[in-house]
């Protein structure tokens, strides 16, 4: 069964880790009077699932390793329909039906609230999508040194899989993306190398509008376009006379050393630095790093959600606390007397002012500050607001915020979640000061991926007694 390298184990799996990967066990007979347990990460397999595995450097108290094979296969199981599911990080569960994912994410969400002590009988099952595919309005691709374009390998982030399809993204960004590998290949232009500080080309950005069409295309350098100007007047060419859509095509000159899409300086080769989006039936402006909902399909019953469970008036003033470019806010300030959103980038609240504006509505203040800052600044100039709203990063609000957010003491309290981790955690803050968890609706933006959303109310019981 083993030699001195590699071991075949039969592993049960028997939970799946924060990313998605089956967990599972094996005791090792090493010859001594006790057998040696190793903890054993496979990806692409299922709870419940047999799988056979081979464990190189078995010595050791956890591996990660691929299946060689299913030995017993879940009843949820399906064949991944892409043909890059193996390599590729982008989706880890492909493997399992959209049901089955759909049922794990709720019960997710469920058991991390029953961890806190709350009822999970409020938590209904989670909403997906009709179709859960080419739901992405943004894809960051890579170049890998060998020329390569697209994601990055599973496990092993140094190297980027080759990609000739990408089904979760919206069709015409991935033929942009074949033609910016064709281009850079006829090119003979170079990857960039992380490790050795090298090569031309760093990333490529897609943003595609689901609703006006109009598509984004921004190409990370560490060169010049004038030192590659044959080569970017061909890539202009041949986008434009092909992409009808292309409404922003720019060159970002990145020469950092960190591995981010940011740009020291951009070109714009054709159009213009930003394309037009909608949502929910507002317009907004998207720069090549404005954060926007990526799935805007699903973001849009988000808000649904959000209004229906906030019951706001025309008489009433609200706090969009981490409110971005408005998403939210828009919406809600039709809705209400007044709405101030506070938001710590300052890009961001300059979008939202101005998406704001160009959305015809007069009734917003803007903020960018830090949440407990700005929430103490509308208190001093407004006084209590009737209705707060918060859409946190995946860290969630912190205990600081959240018990800001507790002696502010609105009757409603709407928390629009990405992590329902530390959305558990903060909600047990508001506890002490009166306030009900009354309604969970878990919704998927990220098909195919562990993620999950969720928009929850809370209900301040003792100023309603
Ligand atoms: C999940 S996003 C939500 C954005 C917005 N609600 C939307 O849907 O477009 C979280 C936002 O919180 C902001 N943020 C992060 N830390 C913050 C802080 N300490 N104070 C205020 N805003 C913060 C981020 O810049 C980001 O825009």
Redo the contacts with the bound molecule.
């Keep these: 069964m083993s030699n001195q390298e590699f071991e075949t184990h039969n592993v049960k799996i028997d939970k799946l880790d924060k990313k998605g990967s089956g967990m599972g066990h094996v005791w090792r007979d090493t010859g001594g009077s006790n057998p040696k347990k190793l903890k054993l990460n496979v990806p692409q397999t299922l709870i419940g699932e047999e799988a056979k595995v081979t464990v190189p450097n078995p010595d050791r108290k956890l591996a990660r390793v691929l299946p060689d094979e299913i030995i017993t296969q879940h009843p949820e199981r399906v064949a991944p329909p892409c043909p890059h599911f193996e390599k590729c990080g982008g989706c880890v569960w492909q493997h399992w039906t959209y049901e089955g994912q759909l049922a794990y994410k709720t019960g997710e969400v469920k058991s991390f609230l029953e961890a806190e002590g709350f009822d999970s009988g409020v938590v209904a099952d989670a909403l997906g999508m009709e179709t859960p595919w080419e739901y992405r309005n943004k894809m960051e691709f890579t170049f890998g040194r060998d020329g390569a374009l697209g994601l990055h390998e599973l496990g092993n982030f140094r190297n980027v899989i080759d990609l000739d399809t990408c089904l979760i993204a919206g069709d015409e960004m991935v033929e942009a993306m074949l033609e910016v590998s064709e281009w850079a290949r006829e090119h003979e232009l170079s990857g960039y190398d992380k490790d050795r500080h090298e090569g031309l080309l760093r990333n490529l950005m897609t943003r595609q509008s689901q609703k006006t069409g109009e598509l984004m295309l921004a190409i990370f350098s560490t060169g010049t376009p004038e030192e590659n100007q044959a080569a970017v007047d061909d890539l202009v060419s041949r986008l434009t006379s092909k992409f009808g859509n292309l409404k922003s095509l720019m060159w970002m000159e990145n020469r950092d050393w960190a591995d981010m899409a940011q740009s020291e300086k951009t070109h714009v080769l054709h159009g213009r630095d930003y394309i037009n989006d909608e949502m929910y039936g507002y317009k907004y402006r998207i720069w090549f790093d404005t954060?926007?909902?990526t799935n805007p399909l699903q973001?849009e019953k988000l808000v649904d959600l959000a209004i229906e469970m906030a019951e706001v008036t025309e008489e009433e003033s609200m706090i969009?606390?981490?409110?971005?470019?408005?998403?939210?806010s828009l919406p809600f300030a039709a809705r209400v007397k007044a709405l101030a959103g506070?938001?710590?980038?300052e890009t961001?609240i300059e979008s939202a002012k101005r998406n704001a504006e160009d959305n015809g509505l007069d009734n917003t203040y803007f903020l960018a500050?830090?949440?407990r800052r700005?929430m103490d600044e509308i208190l001093e100039t407004w006084g209590r607001p009737d209705l707060l709203m918060l859409?946190?990063?995946r860290s969630g609000a912190g205990g600081k915020v959240m018990r800001r957010i507790g002696r502010l003491g609105t009757d409603r309290v709407v928390y629009?979640s990405?992590n329902p981790e530390s959305f558990a955690d903060d909600i047990t803050w508001l506890r002490e000061y009166g306030y009900e968890l009354e309604r969970v609706q878990p919704v998927d933006l990220f098909p195919h991926t562990v993620h999950v959303e969720l928009v929850a109310l809370l209900r301040k019981m003792d100023s309603t007694l």
Excluded: M, N, Y
């Design positions: 954060f926007f909902q973001a969009d606390l981490f409110c971005g470019v408005g998403t939210f506070i938001e710590i980038v961001s500050k830090d949440a700005g859409d946190p990063p629009v990405c």
